[in-house]
């Protein structure tokens, strides 16, 4: 059985001569499951309508990721003057609240990613945000006035757990949703502004508690009512609501992708060979398309008619033969269930394909060690650049953390995401990947090594310099590649353990971090992480170059091939 060899595709064990995953295979191996790629002069980065329409359905659920994990270490300062009277808060249940949402985050990913394969996207999209919503109403009740301060912060930790959930169900679901759309030559720059509302996620909690101090400025600092940051806390929480209350409708009623229905039709008739009798059709429908000169977009409405108001961007065919019917009967869509579990467990059996789950699992997992442990422990960043909040009234150390908050977020934060939406469809994933990974090692290394020694500039330089690499680097690609190697059908479920992988490393980042720093010093720590990002930048070496790679097209010729070999 002849597969695409490893110098192409990662994907043989064969020592036959694989065609290109860019040319041979994606031209001459097509399933049902593949779009006609759509051919213009305009450049990845510049989104059509539907795209941009898509992009703000989708890129919602990593603004408020962001915007929610960020909020959460000013509110527990605030809840000190609320509740500790300026006391620190208790160290277990501190913690407790502060991974509550990451906690939550690994059990939506893996249930959200499996249940979004087995049922389908349409049935499963929406209810996540949902979930953010109720959760978010939740936790901006917490009766702190009627409850001991514990019991109020173990309400606040609990619902966090809830809400992580939900923002952790839709990193397998956006992603999903957005790949089975996009087209291949444009999918990682459509994924990597949706990746990108996470540093607007940030941006946004910093400025949102800067404007809202700023209106309870007279109250708390002249008045001296401080017990008013208890409004403070619950205002930026629940402004989260309008964009999630935003898209919420059009998640709900957003239709299924054609790519996804194709897997459920195919998956029911593999045995009869129409695999192969799809790819020859869609050699007929290159040669229509050629002769015919054009394209169009397809953008179905929630109903399902042709109109212009869903979201459907795949460049697609015009003249498609009537026998082609993309509708799945429920009887099809029941026997892919049937089989659904058996067919994942076997594809993941394969070396060729669980190599590739291991490299996006454990490189995402080693980033978010080293990217969690220093995001969530800023404290030592904004004490040397002055904006620690040490000194003054309440209200002027609140400000003053909010504004070393933006600092750092504008000085990397956001400009990494948006050089990896330039880039990623020119330089690949795997090499932004390498290379994020080894810049960040080196500013780590010169970090911890002179940690004691820099001075204030040089170390925000040092500091911007690693925020920029992280995300023009591992913290964006470990999102994107993951979309873009696995087939439709098990794509949901295998992003979802991959992004759950990453969780679990801010999870122990969270709770070891402090802990390791006073046991054996910040640059040891920060020496950690260097570690953490070498060993990340040797396990992408098991991935494949996803830029320009159809999966479901590679998925289709080795089931073609099974079932050739099977005959023999």
Not at 74 to 98: H, I
Not at 109 to 117: I, N, V
Not at 546 to 558: C, L
Request: hydrophobic fraction near 40%; proline fraction near 4%.
């Amino acid at each position: 059985m002849a597969h695409p060899s490893p110098s192409s595709l990662n994907h043989s064990q064969d020592k036959t001569t694989p065609p290109s995953p860019t040319t041979d295979l994606n031209h001459h191996h097509h399933s049902n499951l593949e779009e006609y790629e759509e051919s213009t002069g305009r450049p990845p980065f510049i989104l059509t309508y539907t795209e941009v329409k898509l992009l703000g359905i989708a890129g919602v659920g990593f603004f408020l990721d962001a915007y929610d994990l960020f909020i959460i270490n000013p509110v527990a300062t605030m809840l000190q003057y609320r509740l500790y009277g300026g006391k620190s808060l208790p160290s277990g249940l501190e913690g407790f609240m502060k991974a509550g949402a990451n906690i939550g985050s690994v059990i939506g990913q893996f249930g959200f990613g499996f249940a979004a394969d087995y049922f389908g996207r349409k049935a499963v999209y929406g209810k996540e945000l949902m979930l953010i919503i109720f959760a978010t109403i939740m936790s901006i009740s917490d009766p702190t006035g009627d409850i001991s301060p514990s019991g109020a912060l173990i309400w606040l930790a609990v619902w966090r757990i809830i809400l992580g959930i939900g923002v952790g169900g839709d990193y397998p679901m956006s992603a999903s949703v957005t790949t089975d759309r996009a087209r291949i030559r444009r999918r990682g720059t459509l994924l990597a502004y949706i990746f990108a509302n996470q540093g607007w996620g940030s941006l946004v909690g910093s400025l949102v508690v800067i404007i809202v101090l700023s209106c309870y400025k007279h109250t708390m600092d002249v008045e001296g009512h401080t017990s008013k940051v208890d409004g403070v806390w619950r205002i930026c929480v629940g402004l989260s609501l309008i964009p999630a209350f935003g898209t919420l409708y059009q998640r709900l009623t957003l239709p299924e992708s054609t790519r996804f229905k194709e897997t459920r039709k195919a998956a029911n008739h593999e045995e009869d060979g129409v695999v192969d009798e799809i790819a020859e059709l869609k050699k007929q429908q290159e040669k229509e398309k050629e002769a015919d000169g054009s394209t169009t977009e397809r953008e179905v409405s929630p109903e399902g008619s042709q109109e212009n108001s869903g979201i459907e961007v795949e460049g697609a065919v015009k003249a498609v033969p009537p026998t082609v019917d993309h509708d799945v009967s429920k009887e099809e869509v029941a026997a892919a269930k049937s089989e659904h579990f058996n067919e994942f467990f076997h594809y993941f059996s394969e070396w060729r394909h669980l190599r590739i789950l291991m490299g996006t699992s454990i490189s995402w997992f080693l980033l978010d060690i080293a990217f969690y442990g220093i995001n969530l422990n800023q404290n030592v960043v904004l004490q040397q650049i002055g904006f620690d909040g040490k000194n003054g009234t309440p209200w002027n150390r609140l400000f003053k953390i909010s504004v070393g908050n933006i600092i750092i977020t504008v000085l990397g934060f956001v400009p990494g995401y948006y050089v990896t939406v330039l880039t990623v469809e020119k330089l690949g994933r795997k090499w932004i990947q390498t290379q994020g990974f080894l810049m960040a090692a080196l500013f780590l290394a010169i970090l911890a090594g002179k940690f004691h020694t820099l001075s204030k500039a040089g170390f925000v330089v040092c500091f911007a310099f690693l925020q920029f690499f992280f995300n023009f680097g591992a913290n964006s690609t470990t999102y994107i590649v993951p979309a873009g190697v696995f087939p439709t059908k098990f794509r949901a479920a295998a992003h979802g353990m991959s992004a759950a992988s990453g969780k679990a490393g801010a999870i122990i980042s969270a709770l070891a971090f402090n802990e390791l720093s006073k046991k054996l010093g910040t640059p040891a720590v920060l020496w950690i992480f260097f570690g953490c990002c070498i060993f990340g930048a040797a396990f992408t070496q098991l991935l494949p170059e996803s830029k320009g790679y159809d999966p479901d097209a590679v998925y289709a010729q080795e089931v073609a091939e099974a079932q050739a070999a099977k005959r023999k």
